[in-house]
């Protein structure tokens, strides 16, 4: 009964992220009640292991009493504080100096935000003040990759490449660019990680000449791997080459570690993968293990000494009411406790079992390819393997497997015409992990025996 007036609740009011909202009125929500570990349950008491710890960012998984703790603490003795007037909070202040010694290379200075989308806004405008300050205004080209995601604000999604983040909302800019992913299943130039590496960085060249030569642009965005777009990883090399091509233009790098930070792919950032420091970077999800919201700008030496000295004694006009909130900041300290205190070696070992699994699944008829890293991984149906031939577009085949995998007891993302979309939380025992195999395969197998998919 409860959920029912729920769900005309939330058909009559509310409005939910990237959704159909027609389909979404006729379809009803499905109703998260509760939570522990690896697993959720649905206000009908359906329980499912969620292999996508949420929208990944549940890194820690649920129920974890030190963040809880930590954010209880921080609501009773000092719930909010800001930043401006040159105040702060002290678990902001541990936080940003915490994060600074972690990070690759000179990432030394932290600017927090709320998420994700933001982070990514931010670095736009960091970026822009940085070359007005060094007296080079017209390095105004961004240049980003195709089904690269770098969130959903009204500026940063023309750098997404995903077209329904663009269609309707006049994206992109015509400063924001976009040169083609380095996706080793479908990519022209073959599977092979040289091929593809001097395809991107072809592509790259032909795009910095293309908007007038180094001195036009900016900065390129990457995602150490493509997240939205598909879980899409790049051969090993091609985040160090394009790093190094873009330094010997004086193009700035960002790494946007928004999915894979905090233990995503292993380490607590990916760029230590890759073995490269990039200019600026942005996390979010992991951060906080999505219990509160946050996300954080890491800007190196250069970049941020650039701006506070153009700015000299005038304000850096950027800022947000709860940028650096305390009880986030404090959440955020607790995870890393958990992260090093043996989370992200529980993630390694869960990680291995897991991809080891989904690579077992690639002699089902429907697996055309099975790609990841960590916890952090795709299997991408066909019905064709030889000709890649993707899942008929007009059977919804995404819709038909997220619901399928949901009654299985599973919660995967669905991408696109079928890839399933694996983010585990990296508490992850060995059950919790062969249980989303378990379900992966079931799922599989009534997906091939479905008419309207084959
Ligand atoms: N960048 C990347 C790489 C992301 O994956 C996301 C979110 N999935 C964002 C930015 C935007 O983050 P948020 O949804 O917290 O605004």
């Not at 998420?115 to 007296?135: H, L, P």
């Amino acid at each position: 009964m409860l959920s029912n007036s729920l769900i005309e609740l939330d058909r009559a009011h509310l409005v939910h992220p990237v959704a159909s909202y027609r389909g979404h009125e006729r379809a009803g929500v499905r109703v998260l009640a509760s939570a522990k570990g690896a697993a959720v349950t649905d206000a009908s008491g359906h329980r499912l292991v969620d292999g996508f710890a949420g929208l990944w960012c549940v890194n820690a998984g649920y129920g974890q009493e030190s963040l809880i703790a930590a954010a209880t603490r921080q609501l009773q003795e000092l719930p909010y504080a800001t930043g401006y007037f040159g105040l702060g909070s002290e678990p902001a202040i541990r936080l940003a100096a915490e994060l600074a010694e972690r990070a690759p290379g000179d990432l030394n200075h932290v600017y927090f935000t709320l998420g994700g989308s933001d982070a990514v806004d931010s670095t736009i405008r960091f970026i822009r003040y940085y070359w007005n300050a060094r007296g080079e205004p017209q390095r105004d080209q961004f240049i980003s990759i195709e089904q690269g995601y770098h969130g959903s604000s009204a500026v940063g999604a023309g750098l997404t490449a995903l077209p329904v983040f663009h269609a309707g909302f006049g994206l992109p800019f015509a400063w924001q660019h976009k040169i083609p992913s380095h996706d080793v299943y479908r990519n022209p130039a073959g599977p092979d990680a040289a091929a593809i590496i001097a395809a991107s960085l072809d592509a790259l060249e032909s795009k910095i000449a293309e908007v007038g030569g180094p001195e036009r642009v900016a900065a390129f965005y990457a995602e150490p791997i493509q997240g939205s777009g598909g879980v899409l990883v790049p051969p090993p090399g091609w985040m160090k080459a394009m790093r190094e091509r873009c330094r010997s233009h004086g193009i700035l790098f960002v790494a946007d570690e928004v999915i894979t930070g905090f233990g995503r792919t292993g380490p607590l950032f990916a760029c230590t993968d890759e073995d490269i420091v990039p200019d600026l970077m942005t996390t979010a999800k992991g951060l906080t293990s999505g219990y509160v919201p946050m996300g954080a700008v890491f800007l190196s030496d250069a970049v941020y000494d650039t701006i506070a000295d153009g700015a000299g004694a005038a304000a850096v006009g950027h800022g947000q009411t709860y940028s650096a909130h305390p009880v986030s900041a404090a959440v955020g300290l607790a995870a890393l406790r958990l992260y090093e205190g043996g989370l992200l070696e529980n993630g390694v070992r869960a990680g291995a079992r897991l991809m080891a699994g989904l690579r077992a699944l690639a002699d089902h008829p429907l697996v055309g390819h099975v790609r990841g890293r960590g916890m952090l991984a795709a299997i991408e149906l066909v019905t064709d393997k030889e000709r890649k031939t993707p899942l008929p577009a007009e059977a919804e085949p995404s819709r038909r497997i997220f619901d399928r995998a949901w009654d299985n007891g599973l919660v995967i993302r669905a991408f696109g015409n079928g890839v399933m979309g694996y983010a585990p939380p990296l508490c992850c025992t060995d059950d919790d992990i062969d249980a989303i195999l378990e379900r992966t395969a079931r799922t599989l197998d009534q997906t091939l025996d479905d008419p309207d998919v084959r």
